[in-house]
């Protein structure tokens, strides 16, 4: 379903033990908005729900709601260093456009949800 680069987990990993949440899940999540029609988000959770798709990628266990689901079939989570900061990416090969920021995009039909950009805010 989702992939993560090494790069990911690691950071991730360090992440969360900064959080104090070294057993947490990962949740992604695609919701209606930002400047393409969807967005990413990304937030630390203690459980899955019970129709939650898990799944467990070296040792680091990322959950999927069914929606989303629908949106991140084979989608690929990175984390990019770079002069302006660090941060994690989707790469997603359901989306047919993106925004330069990386975190909206559209899947096909998705205009009417689009909202202005919000470039600049990083996860």
């Not at 992440?15 to 947490?24: I, K, L, R, T, V």
């Amino acid at each position: 379903m989702l992939t993560m680069t090494p790069e990911a987990v690691e950071q991730l990993k360090e992440f969360m033990e900064e959080q104090g949440m070294p057993n947490a899940l990962l949740r992604v999540f695609v919701a209606p908005g930002g400047c393409s029609g969807l967005q990413y988000g990304m937030a630390l959770e203690e459980t899955a729900e019970e129709d939650d798709h898990v799944v467990d990628i070296d040792g680091v266990r990322v959950v999927v709601d069914q929606f989303s689901a629908m949106y991140l079939e084979g989608a690929e989570i990175d984390y990019i260093n770079s002069l302006m900061g660090g941060g994690f990416t989707v790469r997603n090969p359901n989306a047919v456009a993106t925004c330069a920021c990386g975190h909206s995009f559209d899947a096909g039909g998705n205009a009417a949800t689009a909202q202005g950009c919000g470039c600049g805010s990083g996860w």
